[in-house]
């Protein structure tokens, strides 16, 4: 078996690769309209549409790696990666684009895998560290992601964006071919195709309401049919899960108070995420004349960097913690962080430098509380639920990512004036997305606080030498 710290290399890189496709194509979002030649509704598609297949891929992928094998899916994910890469680089209509970045967004269940991956085949004592590193990946990603984008796309054309992931895409599928060993647990069953299926439809219904509610206005008749549509398939689908031998997600076990308080959570914590990814950036690169910082895209990027950064250099510490005293802890101290995090922008956010200081603190507790989900929900599940619980939990994380972006875009555009013809979010608007992200870390605090200690009698993690 190859060295056990190349596996959790191997995994990281595939984790850091995957959360990337979140930011790749934020520095010409405001350009695609015209890169594009498309109405700027129809290129928000761009973004959407990775949105909507890394919540539908993830928790089905889970369930495909428990039964078929955890490293195969993993190919799998990042062989859709290059090849969305690779038609998105090719194309020239907003089509072509929109398909690629659905193919994209499907990667994003590397992640939940990857830890689930760790915990087969890594020995005991190794396993809590490598699963708060390969969360860490969600942030890092992302915030390291960002500036290496807007300095591609200051010097070269917005296609190379694309060649760069397929390249980044091969090098890590030749990466885990080589290095990571298939994991020979496996669930045993047929797979549920019709609860995937339902899955699939409630899901999109439900993220398209909240993804696409402030353009279509929030009681439209599209945003209601897609949202109460949603919810209706999925309590139908909830129904049919608990009547089958092999359902797609193991909804009894998902209602394990330690797993629900969990997955519940973690809604909270991907909110207040994303809130700081939505407002902090805009904030810096408003121009001076209208209460902002008048950075350039890649300037604020090296100020929201330092936040991944932090999150990676916290991981070991977080193994470490998670074996002394347990996962519930970096939750709690995680929400804490948040909690610190926006109070400050609350009272500090008229220098770079304090938005700076939110940033690391927001670092710090996404790093804690993105280590702590991961490991609450494997001390609660067989190790044959691994793959689709760790998937169910990265579902609940967009959830809460998603409605971030639409309420928080909602109040910067409420809170607005135009200049110029252009609708700019004034203070007032930041000071509420920042009170809203602190909402959301204190409702994390309440919920982990609740969360049972207790180890579960079904864990059985196994012991490699």
């Known amino acids: ?103 994209q967004g499907a990667v994003t269940g590397v992640v939940p895998l990857g830890i689930s991956i760790m915990r087969d085949v890594l020995h005991e004592n190794r396993v809590d560290a490598a699963i708060a590193l390969m969360s860490a990946t969600l942030g890092v990603g992302g915030a390291v992601g960002m500036p290496v984008s807007a300095l591609i796309t200051e010097t070269s054309d917005w296609h190379v964006l694309f060649w760069m992931s397929a390249g980044l895409g091969a090098i890590v599928l030749v990466l885990v071919v080589l290095i990571v060993p298939p994991s020979v647990l496996r669930t045993p069953g047929r797979f549920d195709l019709v609860g995937a299926i339902g899955l699939a439809i409630g899901l999109t219904g439900v993220l398209l309401a909240v993804s696409r509610g402030n353009t279509w206005g929030w009681t439209s008749a599209a945003t209601l049919a897609c949202g109460l549509g949603g919810i209706l398939v999925l ?33 909270a914590i991907g909110f207040s995420l994303f809130a700081s990814n939505v ?124 409605t971030a972006a639409a309420l928080i875009g909602a109040v910067l555009a409420a809170f607005s004036l135009e200049r110029d013809g252009v609708a700019v979010p004034t203070p007032a608007a930041f000071q509420m997305s920042f009170a809203l992200g602190l909402g959301a870390a204190v409702i994390a605090l309440a919920v982990a606080l609740c969360i049972p200690q207790r180890r579960d009698p079904h864990e059985a993690r196994p012991s490699l030498p």
């Open 1 to 103: 078996m190859p060295r056990q710290g190349a596996i959790v290399a191997v995994l990281a890189i595939a984790g850091l690769a995957s959360s990337f496709m979140f930011t790749l194509v934020v520095p010409i979002q405001s350009k695609l309209p015209e890169l594009l030649d498309a109405s700027r509704e129809d290129t928000a598609w761009v973004v959407t549409a990775t949105l909507l297949a890394a919540a539908v891929f993830t928790p089905i992928a889970g369930r495909l790696g428990d039964m078929y094998g955890k490293r195969r899916i993993v190919l799998v994910l990042l062989g859709l990666l290059i090849v969305g890469s690779i038609v998105a680089a090719l194309s020239t209509d907003i089509v072509g684009v929109i398909v690629g970045r659905a193919l």
């Open 235 to 267: 309590l139908v689908w909830g129904w049919f899960e608990l009547r089958i031998a092999d359902p797609l997600l193991d909804l009894r076990v998902a209602a394990r108070p330690a797993v629900l308080l969990t997955n519940l959570a973690s809604v």
């Open 279 to 402: 407002s902090y950036p805009q904030m810096l690169e408003l121009p001076e004349a209208v209460g902002g910082f008048g950075l350039t895209l890649l300037q604020a990027s090296l100020i929201v960097m330092p936040a991944g950064l932090v999150m990676m250099v916290l991981s070991p510490f977080s193994g470490r913690l998670a074996r002394t005293v347990g996962p519930r802890l970096l939750l709690v101290l995680g929400s804490i962080a948040l909690i610190l995090a926006y109070g400050f922008s609350l009272v500090w956010a008229s220098e770079v430098w304090h938005l700076l200081v939110a940033n690391l603190l927001i670092g710090v507790g996404i790093g804690f509380g993105y280590a702590g989900m991961p490991m609450l929900i494997m001390r609660s599940v067989p190790p044959t639920e691994t793959g689709a619980s760790n998937g169910l939990n990265a579902l609940f994380r967009s959830l809460g990512t998603s």
